[in-house]
C-alpha cells in the first residue's frame, strides 16, 4: 500500500446559486516513499485544485464531494477537522504558487518558522532558534537572516524560505503548487536542485504541481497529466516522454520548443480549456483534439489501464488496445487452430 | 528608502501642510470679508475716529502683505500675524476684549474631555466587533453590525444628539415605554418573518427543519438587538441625565467628587451620542481591513500550518490589522473635530466647537481665526504623529 | 493577474441581473427613488405651499399633530409636513449640485493625475492630500461664513445667493476621493493592452482617454459620485443647522436649525424636530446602499477569506458519467 493514494477525488466548487462547477472529476493516483510524482497541465485543469484538496485548504466555495485521500491508512477526506490539523505541517506541507505574500509581512521570517516548530513540535524558544537556522543553511539562506522581514528577501529566497519553512517539520510529503514559476531561470534551477536535492537527502517524497514540462523531466519520478479536471494519461516519465498514448499528453509535449531543433516552429494546440460552467458532454477534450471520432463526443472516457503502471484515458486508445487485444487473440487462435489441425 | 528618509519627508510635508494652514487662514481672514474692522467695530455708537483707534490697535491700517512705504517692509498684517503666532499671540478677542488664546485654552481642554472617553471607548469596542463581523463574514452578527454602521453613518451627528435630548427630556412612564416598544418590536418581527419566509416556504429538499431553524435564529437576533435597544432607551429616558451644559448652572461643589461625579453625568449623553456616531466608523473600517487581510495568502499558510482560526486572528491577522488602525484613529481626528463642532452646539456644551459656533453668530473675527487655527493644526500634527507611528510599526519601513 | 479582469465589468443585461438580485441595491434604490419623486411632485403632494405666508395665531404656533396638519406645526406656524415634503428638493438638489461639480473636478484632476503621471499627479495628489487633513465642517463653516455675498466684479455688482456659495464650498472640497479612485483606475487601465495597441497604432491621447479609458472609469465614478451625495447632503444640513444656510430656503436643515433655535427642544415638540431629520436619514441611507451595492457589482470582492466557514454541499453530486468503468486504485497489483 503507497503512502498516499488519492481514489477517485472529485472537488467542486458552488455559486452562490449553488449550481456546481466540478473541478476535479474522479482522479486517482499514488505516491510512495521517496518519490516525486508530477501532476500536470494547462492552468485550470485542477491541478492546484487538487494539490489544495489533498490538505482541504479549499477556498470556501469549494468542497470535496466524493472519493478518498488515503494516508498511512486514515482517509484525509473525512478526518475531522481537528485532527487534519495535526497532519497538516506535520505529515503534510504546501509551498504555494507565488511565495511572494505566503510570508505575514510583519513578522520575521524566523518568527514565522519557529512557529510551526513550536505548533507541532513543542519547541522551546532557544532550541528552535537553532532549528531555524539549521533549516535556513539546509535551503542555501544564511542563518543570520532569521531575524529578517520577508520583505528584505528576494524572491527567490522567499520561495527558499517558504521550503525551509515546509521542512519545519520533518513531513513525509510536500506539495510543491507552481514553485518555480515567477521566478527567473537562474533561480528556477536553484530551486530544482534543492527539491532533487532533499529527495535524496530527506528521502522526501514530492507532489510537484506545474504546467513545464521541463521541469518535470528533471525531477519527477511519475507523472499524472490533467486536463479539464480528468486524468488524461498517468505514468512513469520515460514512458510520458517517450511514449505517449493520450493526444493531449503528445500535443504537449510537441508544444515544448526543442532546444535541439531551433529552426522548427512554435507548435500549440488550438482553442482553449474547458470552462466549468460550460463543459462539453463527452470527453472534455474533444474540441481541440486531432483524432476525435464520434464516441468522443458523447461519451466521457474513463481511465483505461494500457500497461503495467500506464493509465491513458481515450477513447482512440482503448479501441486500439481492444483491436491490439483482439488481433493477438485472433492470432493465437489462428495459431492454435493451425496447430490443433495437424 | 530608509525610515530616516521617510520621518524627514513626512515632517517636511507635514510642516508644509501646517504653513500652508497658516497662510491660508490669514488670507481667509483677511482678504474676503472686505473690511474686517467694519465687522469687529461695527458698534454704531463709535464715532469716526473712534473706529480709527481701533483699527489702529488692531494693526488693521497697515498694508496686507508687504510695507512699501519706506522703512521696514515686513510691517505688514501678514508678517505681524506670523510673528505673533510664533510668539503664540492669536489677538484679542472683538466681542470679550480678551487675548484670545486664553480663551481657546479655557475651551479647548473641556472638548477634549468630552471627545476623549467617546474615542477611547468605541475603538476599544468598534475593533474587537470589526474583528468580529470580519471573521464571521456574512453571518447574522455581521449583517447586524453593517446595518448599524450603515445607520449611524447616514445620521447626521447633530440629529442624533437632538434625539437622545427629545429621549431624555420625555416623560414617558416605564409603561408606556414597553408599551410602544412591544408595538415595534412585534411589527418588525412580522417584517422579518414576511422577509424570510419566501426562503422557508421553497420547499427544495427536506432540510425544512434547517430553515425554521435560521428563520429562528433571524427572529432571535432581532429579538435580542431589540431587548438592547430597549436597555437602552430605558437608560437614556429614565435616567435623568441632564440635557445640557457641562455644569448644573449656579450650584457649588464642595469636593472634588461631587464636581466629577456632576461632571460625568453631563457627559453622558453627549458621550453616548458620539460613542454610536464613532463605533459604526471604527467597526466598519475594522471590518474592511480585517477582510482584506483575511484574503491574504499569508492567511492560507498559516492555516495550512496547522493553526486553529483563533490562533490565526491572534497572531497574525490582528497585528497587521493594527495597521491602518493607527492611520484611522489619527485621520478620525479630523471627523471628530468636525463632530465635536456639532456635538457640542446640540448639547451646549462650553467646549471648542461650541466656541467656533458662537464667534460666527457673534461676528468675532479673532476667534473664529483662532480657533480654526487651532483646530487645523492640531488634526495636522495628529496626523503626522500617526505617520510616525506608523513608520515604527510597520517593519517594511522600518527596515529596509 | 488574467489579462481581461478589468473588463468583468458588466455591461447592460449582466448588470441589470446583478443589480436585480441583490436587495439591498434595491431598497436603497427605492428609498432614494422615493424621495425624488416625492420632490419632483411637491406641489401635488403637500397639503400646503410652505412658501407662501399664512397668518397665524398663537394657537398655530407649535400645533401638535392634527386631521389639518399630520405632522404639526412649525415655529412660524407653517404645515410640517409640506415643509418637509418642499424641503426634500433644495436638500436634495444641493446634494446632487455639489456632487457633480465634485465629480467634476475628480473626474477631470484623477483622469489627468492617473494618464499624465509624474509631476502633475504628483501636484494634483499633493493637493488632496492637503485637503484631506484638514478637518472638513470648520474649513466649510470659515469658508461659507468668510466669502463675501457682494463683489463688484469690473464694475458690476454681483451678489451670490447663500445656497450657490455653499454649493460651491461643498463641491470644491468634495472632489478628493473621486479624484483618487478615478487615478488609480486610469493607472490600472493604462496599462492593458489595448491601450498600448491603441498607441501604437497612432491614437492621440484624446482619443485613448476618451474610447478607451474614460468607459472603463466611468461607471465607477458614477458609483463613487453616489456616496459623494450622501456626504452632500450631510454637510449641507450639518451647516444649515449651524445657522450658515439660506433661512429662506426650505431645507430639512433650516427646518431642524429653526426648531432647534426656536424652542422645540425645551417644549418637547418632537414633530418639528424628527421629520427633517428622518428625512437627511431616507435619503443618505438610500444613497448609500445604492453606491455600496454599485461599488460591489462593478468592483467585485471576493465573497469569503481564508477562515470562513467551509461548505457543505447538500447531497453529493453524480460526478461519475454513466456508463464509465471506476477503474481500480492504481497502486500494487500490476496490470489485469
Known amino acids: 500500500m503507497a503512502m498516499l493514494e488519492v481514489r477517485d477525488l472529485c472537488t467542486s466548487f458552488f455559486t452562490p446559486d449553488e449550481a456546481e462547477m ?17 501532476l500536470v497541465g494547462e492552468s485550470g485543469c485542477g491541478k492546484t485544485t487538487c494539490a489544495l484538496s489533498i490538505m482541504r485548504l479549499l477556498p470556501a466555495n469549494g468542497a470535496i464531494v466524493g472519493g478518498q485521500i488515503l494516508f ?33 509581512p510583519v513578522r520575521t521570517v524566523g518568527d514565522q518558522i519557529a512557529e510551526a516548530l513550536r505548533l507541532h513540535m513543542n519547541m522551546e524558544e532557544a532550541i528552535a532558534k537553532k532549528r531555524v537556522v539549521e533549516l535556513l543553511e539546509l535551503v542555501g539562506i544564511v542563518g543570520s537572516r ?46 530544482l536542485e534543492l527539491l532533487e536535492r532533499l529527495q535524496k537527502e530527506l528521502g522526501l517524497a514530492v507532489i510537484l504541481v506545474t504546467h513545464d514540462l521541463g521541469v518535470v523531466a528533471e525531477i519527477c519520478q511519475k507523472v499524472v497529466v490533467m486536463y479539464g479536471g480528468k486524468v488524461a494519461e498517468y505514468a512513469d516519465v520515460d514512458t510520458i516522454y517517450n511514449s505517449p498514448q493520450h493526444p493531449y499528453t503528445q500535443r504537449l ?9 531551433p529552426g522548427d516552429s512554435l507548435a500549440s494546440i488550438p482553442g482553449y480549456p474547458p470552462r466549468l460552467s460550460d463543459l462539453p458532454p463527452g470527453c472534455r477534450f474533444e474540441p481541440r483534439c486531432p483524432v476525435a471520432f464520434d464516441r468522443c463526443q458523447v461519451e466521457d472516457p474513463a481511465v483505461h489501464q494500457v500497461a503495467a503502471d500506464h493509465w491513458v484515458a481515450c477513447h482512440l486508445v482503448e479501441k486500439l488496445a481492444l483491436s491490439q487485444e483482439d488481433r493477438r487473440r485472433r492470432a493465437e487462435q489462428t495459431r492454435a487452430g493451425v496447430e490443433g489441425g495437424r | 528608502m530608509s525610515q530616516r528618509d521617510y520621518l524627514i519627508r513626512k515632517l517636511a510635508w507635514g510642516l508644509f501642510t501646517v504653513l500652508f494652514v ?3 487662514n490669514f488670507f481667509l481672514f483677511r482678504i474676503m470679508p472686505g473690511d474686517p474692522a467694519k465687522a469687529g467695530v461695527k458698534d454704531p455708537r463709535l464715532g469716526r475716529e473712534q473706529q480709527e483707534a481701533l483699527r489702529v490697535r488692531f494693526g488693521l491700517d497697515k498694508p496686507v502683505f508687504l510695507n512699501l512705504e519706506g522703512g521696514n517692509p515686513f510691517d505688514s498684517q501678514f508678517f505681524i500675524y506670523l510673528v505673533n503666532l510664533a510668539r503664540g499671540d492669536l489677538g484679542i478677542s472683538y466681542k470679550e476684549n480678551r487675548p484670545v488664546i486664553d480663551i481657546l485654552l479655557d475651551r479647548l481642554w473641556r472638548t477634549v474631555v468630552l471627545v476623549m472617553v467617546a474615542q477611547i471607548v468605541s475603538i476599544l469596542l468598534g475593533v474587537g466587533l470589526g474583528l468580529l463581523a470580519a471573521w464571521r463574514r456574512g453571518s447574522s452578527f455581521d449583517v447586524w453590525a453593517l446595518a448599524f454602521s450603515l445607520i449611524t453613518w447616514s445620521l447626521p451627528t447633530f440629529f442624533l444628539g437632538i434625539i437622545m435630548l427629545i429621549l431624555a427630556s420625555s416623560r414617558m412612564s416605564l409603561v408606556g415605554l414597553t408599551r410602544t416598544l412591544g408595538i415595534m418590536g412585534g411589527l418588525g418581527a412580522v417584517l422579518v418573518v414576511l422577509w424570510r419566509l419566501p426562503k422557508v416556504l421553497r420547499l427544495a429538499d427536506g432540510t425544512l427543519a434547517e430553515k425554521w431553524l435560521r428563520l429562528i435564529n433571524t427572529l432571535l437576533t432581532w429579538g435580542g438587538s431589540l431587548v438592547v435597544l430597549y436597555l437602552f432607551v430605558l437608560f437614556v429616558v429614565r435616567g435623568g441625565f441632564p ?57 492560507l499558510t498559516a492555516k495550512a500550518k496547522g493553526l486553529t482560526n483563533w490562533q490565526i486572528l491572534r497572531d497574525h491577522a490582528l497585528k497587521n490589522a493594527m495597521l491602518p488602525i493607527v492611520t484611522l484613529i489619527a485621520l478620525n481626528l479630523g471627523f471628530t473635530v468636525s463632530g465635536a463642532i456639532q456635538l457640542e452646539t446640540v448639547f451646549s456644551w462650553p467646549g471648542l466647537g461650541r466656541t467656533i ?37 510597520d517593519p517594511r519601513i522600518r527596515n529596509v | 493577474m488574467a489579462e481581461n479582469d478589468l473588463a468583468v465589468i458588466p455591461r447592460g443585461r449582466d448588470f441589470w441581473t446583478a443589480f436585480r438580485r441583490n436587495k439591498l441595491g434595491i431598497a436603497g434604490a427605492i428609498l432614494l427613488g422615493g424621495m425624488i419623486l416625492m420632490a419632483l411632485l411637491a406641489p401635488l403632494v403637500a397639503p400646503y405651499d410652505p412658501r407662501q405666508t399664512v397668518e397665524v395665531t398663537l394657537e398655530d404656533i407649535y400645533a401638535p399633530p392634527s386631521p389639518e396638519h399630520l405632522l404639526g406645526t412649525d415655529d412660524g406656524g407653517k404645515d410640517v409636513l409640506s415643509s418637509f415634503i418642499y424641503g426634500a428638493r433644495i436638500s436634495m438638489f444641493v446634494g446632487f449640485t455639489a456632487s457633480f461639480i465634485a465629480m467634476g473636478i475628480g473626474g477631470l484632476a484623477g483622469l489627468v493625475a492617473g494618464y499624465y503621471g509624474g509631476r502633475v499627479s504628483n501636484l494634483i495628489m499633493r493637493i488632496t492630500d492637503i485637503l484631506l487633513v484638514i478637518p472638513d465642517l470648520p474649513l466649510m463653516v470659515v469658508l461659507v461664513a468668510l466669502i463675501p455675498r457682494k463683489v463688484t466684479v469690473f464694475g458690476a455688482r454681483l451678489e451670490f445667493p447663500v445656497l450657490a456659495i455653499i454649493i460651491a464650498v461643498i463641491g470644491l472640497l468634495g472632489w478628493t476621493s473621486t479624484a483618487r479612485l478615478v487615478r488609480s483606475q486610469v493607472l490600472s487601465v493604462k496599462e492593458r493592452q489595448f491601450v498600448t495597441r491603441a498607441r501604437a497604432v497612432g491614437a492621440s491621447n484624446a482619443h485613448i482617454i476618451r474610447h478607451h479609458i474614460f468607459p472603463l472609469v466611468f461607471p465607477l465614478m458614477l458609483a463613487n459620485t453616489v456616496l459623494v451625495i450622501s456626504t452632500s447632503i450631510l454637510s449641507e444640513s450639518s451647516l444649515s443647522f449651524l445657522g450658515l444656510g439660506d433661512p429662506t430656503a426650505v431645507t430639512w436643515g433650516e427646518m431642524l436649525h429653526f426648531a432647534f433655535s426656536r424652542g422645540a427642544m425645551s417644549g418637547g415638540f418632537w414633530w418639528a424636530l424628527i421629520p427633517p431629520g428622518i428625512g437627511i436619514v431616507i435619503v443618505v441611507f438610500g444613497c448609500t446602499l445604492l453606491g455600496n451595492v454599485l461599488e460591489e457589482i462593478l468592483n467585485p470582492r471576493l465573497k469569503a477569506h481564508h477562515l470562513s466557514p467551509a461548505y457543505q454541499p447538500r447531497k453529493r453530486s453524480p460526478a461519475t458519467m454513466p456508463g464509465e468503468v471506476k477503474p481500480a486504485p492504481a497502486s500494487g497489483g500490476g496490470g489485469e
Open chain 1, 72 to 104: 498511512n491508512n486514515c482517509d484525509l477526506v473525512t478526518m475531522p477537522e481537528d485532527e487534519l490539523r495535526e497532519v497538516r505541517w506535520k505529515d503534510i506541507s504546501l509551498i504555494f504558487q507565488g511565495a511572494m505574500n505566503a510570508f505575514n
Open chain 1, 22 to 38: 466540478p473541478a476535479v472529476v474522479d482522479v486517482s493516483f499514488s505516491l510512495e516513499e521517496g518519490q516525486t510524482l508530477a
Open chain 1, 146 to 191: 532569521a531575524a529578517q522581514y520577508p520583505h528584505q528577501y528576494s524572491g527567490g529566497m522567499r520561495q527558499r524560505g517558504m521550503i525551509a519553512m515546509a521542512l519545519a517539520c520533518m513531513p513525509r510529503i510536500l506539495i510543491a503548487d507552481e514553485p518555480t514559476t515567477a521566478l527567473d531561470v537562474m533561480v528556477q534551477a536553484q530551486i
Open chain 1, 253 to 261: 509535449l510537441e508544444a515544448f520548443p526543442d532546444l535541439n531543433r
Open chain 2, 357 to 393: 459656533f458662537d464667534a460666527l453668530s457673534k461676528l468675532d473675527y479673532p476667534v473664529l481665526q483662532g480657533a480654526f487655527l487651532l483646530l487645523a493644526v492640531s488634526v495636522i500634527l495628529a496626523n503626522l504623529s500617526a505617520d510616525l507611528l506608523y513608520s515604527y510599526l
Open chain 2, 243 to 299: 440635557t445640557g451644559g457641562m455644569e448644573t448652572a449656579g450650584r457649588t461643589y464642595p469636593s472634588l467628587a461631587s464636581y466629577l461625579l456632576d461632571l460625568g453625568k453631563h457627559m453622558v449623553l453627549p458621550t453616548i451620542t458620539f460613542g454610536l456616531v464613532l463605533l459604526g466608523e471604527y467597526m466598519i473600517i475594522m471590518r474592511s481591513s480585517v477582510l482584506e487581510i483575511l484574503s491574504e495568502d499569508y492567511i
Open chain 2, 22 to 24: 497658516v497662510a491660508l
